[in-house]
């Protein structure tokens, strides 16, 4: 059964950095495009950034209100990827969720808890 295991959330000022870390058990990891999804009380969920896998070169895309601020990353030897996020604001407070989607499926995590808030 695949899993994606979240860390790396908490309470962080503005301005801030915070990184968050998720870990994907028994997938094919490498061919897998990742990605961060987060979803603030009351809206909707929204997708922050993505990371080809190996087939799509590891290329990278960010939604626009996170450009130059949030940098996603993976180690596929690690099976990891990661979100490194840097001049927090307090519309970054928000559930994020760890995505994976390769050969027609989808997996999610449970989420980790960002707090920016001084």
């Known amino acids: 059964q695949v899993q994606l295991v979240e860390s790396g959330g908490g309470l962080v000022q503005p301005g801030g950095s915070l990184s968050l870390s998720c870990v994907a058990l028994r997938l094919p990891f490498d061919t897998y495009t990742m990605s961060w999804y987060r979803q603030a009380p009351g809206k909707e969920r929204e997708l922050v950034a993505t990371?080809?896998?190996?087939?799509?070169?590891?290329?990278?895309d960010y939604a626009d209100s996170v450009k130059g601020r949030f940098t996603i990353s993976r180690d596929n030897a690690k099976k990891t990827v990661y979100l490194q996020m840097n001049s927090l604001k307090p519309e970054d407070t928000a559930e994020y969720y760890c995505?994976?989607?390769?050969?027609?499926?989808?997996?999610w995590g449970k989420g980790t808890l960002v707090t920016v808030s001084s």
């Open positions: 995505h994976a989607r390769g050969y027609g499926m989808r997996y």
């Open positions: 990371i080809d896998g190996v087939g799509g070169g590891g290329g990278t």
